[in-house]
């Protein structure tokens, strides 16, 4: 019978010295789902998925893929296993093009590219709506098409669980859902497993189907986008920016306004409006 989960992190605890950046931490992912990790810099969610990334190994705890019991030892070994990430900091050599900086991953030494990959970098780029030139340069380049790139040098190697470390991070509101829709399309299409590590609300809500939120190293909250949501209040202790829409709805909420406390995105927010409007009308009637 196949496994339920893709990934299960089971008492995970990681130490740098005196500095705990991650205590007992407990995650499991359904195959298909989409997690968001949220927390504020240093609450240990990069270092989290930089251990399911093969870059450092846990203290304590153990690591499960499709329900089997695994070491990662190297990014290399969670590559055999179908693990990618995309890392917040570009991992790309300025002097080569797409296509070099894709190729040179595979495992085969040397840096030859015929005609062919290229149009296969560019077939494959084109099929999941990733715009992207596999003759051009990464030194002239924009922000959002080396964004782009990182991502599709993961997906080329047939990841079927892709960790995004703050994938939006330096791009402009246009930039920053054209990411987010290019990764739901495609996640969408391969029912592929997608981790998304991020201090932005903004894009969990847009993204995700379930959360998980760390704080000071420990697991905090999980739940879907409603029920973390929710809990405003205990989200913005942690020092996390909750969407501005949600703000202003908590503080209605504290007004004694008959309003939802799940409000996240400005969609939600005026259909929320326009049904206690319906509301007052009808009891006006």
């Not at 040397?110 to 296969?120: I, P, Q, S, V």
């Not at 903004?202 to 879907?224: C, F, I, P, R, W």
């Not at 202790?237 to 709805?249: A, H, S």
Request: with cysteine; hydrophobic share 40%.
């Amino acid at each position: 019978m196949a496994a339920e989960y893709a990934i299960e992190m089971r008492g995970i605890t990681k130490t740098f010295g005196s500095v705990v950046a991650n205590k007992d931490v407990n995650l499991t992912l359904r195959k298909g789902e989409i997690l968001a990790l949220l927390g504020e810099n240093g609450s240990g969610k990069t270092t989290l998925m930089n251990m399911l990334s093969g870059i450092y190994q846990p203290d304590s705890g153990e690591i499960l893929v499709d329900g089997v019991p695994v070491s990662i030892r190297s990014p290399q070994e969670a590559k055999a296993l179908g693990i990618g990430m995309v890392h917040q900091h570009f991992k790309l050599v300025d002097v080569f093009t797409a296509a070099d900086n894709i190729w040179m991953g595979r495992e085969k030494p040397g840096f030859a590219l015929n005609r062919g990959r290229y149009d296969e970098i560019r077939e494959m780029a084109q099929r999941f709506g990733f715009d992207i030139d596999p003759r051009k340069k990464v030194a002239n380049m924009a922000v959002s098409e080396k964004q782009t790139l990182e991502i599709i040098k993961v997906l080329y190697y047939g990841a079927k669980v892709i960790i995004l470390d703050e994938p939006t991070a330096g791009l402009d509101p246009r930039g920053r859902d054209l990411i987010l829709e290019l990764v739901k399309a495609y996640q969408q299409e391969t029912e592929s497993t997608v981790l998304l590590v991020s201090h932005s609300m903004e894009d969990v809500a847009k993204l995700a189907t379930k959360v998980l939120v760390m704080n000071q190293s420990h697991l905090a909250m999980y739940g879907t986008v409603p029920e973390v949501y929710s809990r405003g209040e205990e989200l913005v202790q942690m020092g996390l920016n909750v969407p501005q829409v949600t703000r202003i709805f908590m503080e209605l909420k504290k007004r004694g306004f008959p309003v939802s406390d799940s409000v996240y995105t400005v969609r939600q927010g005026k259909e929320e409006l326009l049904r206690l409007e319906g509301r007052r009308e009808a009891a006006e009637c």
